[in-house]
């Protein structure tokens, strides 16, 4: 009886250890992805941002991403495909330390005397623009 209790016990403790290093795996992954958001291909993030047409707007990395987490330095936008004297949406990418990010920027240029006209860039959710849109 003795010598059968010992056996199932280095079992027991066998599969406990390999369940233990299975777990601290399936964590270390799992937090591995979550290191660094801005480069999660799987989501996109867009930010948003409104100017007239002529001006120029600054875009500020510390305004869309926090200081403390990123180095704001490191941020790049991509402005070579916009036209600032054409009315229009601009999808601009977000490149961190010269790595593409999965951040957009989207700069309406916007004609400042037809302020008061339907935006087509939300101030808080876009679902809001498209229940307009959709009502007429």
């Known amino acids: 009886m003795k010598g059968n209790f010992k056996k199932n016990r280095i079992h027991f403790t066998l599969f406990g250890t390999l369940v233990l290093v299975l777990l601290l795996v399936l964590i270390f992954l799992t937090l591995k992805g979550k290191a660094d958001p801005i480069f999660d ?38 402005l070579s495909h916009c036209d600032w004297n054409v009315i229009g949406i601009y999808r601009v990418p977000v490149m961190y ?25 939300p101030d808080r959710n876009q679902n809001e623009v498209l229940s307009e849109l959709e009502q007429e």
């Open 97 to 121: 330390d010269g790595e593409k990010t999965n951040c957009m920027v989207q700069i309406q240029v916007r004609n400042p005397k037809e302020k008061d006209a339907i935006e087509t860039v």
């Open 41 to 78: 291909q799987n989501s996109t993030t867009t930010f948003y941002l409104k100017t007239d047409v002529g001006q120029i707007p600054k875009l500020e990395a510390e305004r869309y991403f926090n200081p403390e987490t990123y180095d704001t330095k490191k941020f790049q936008f991509d």
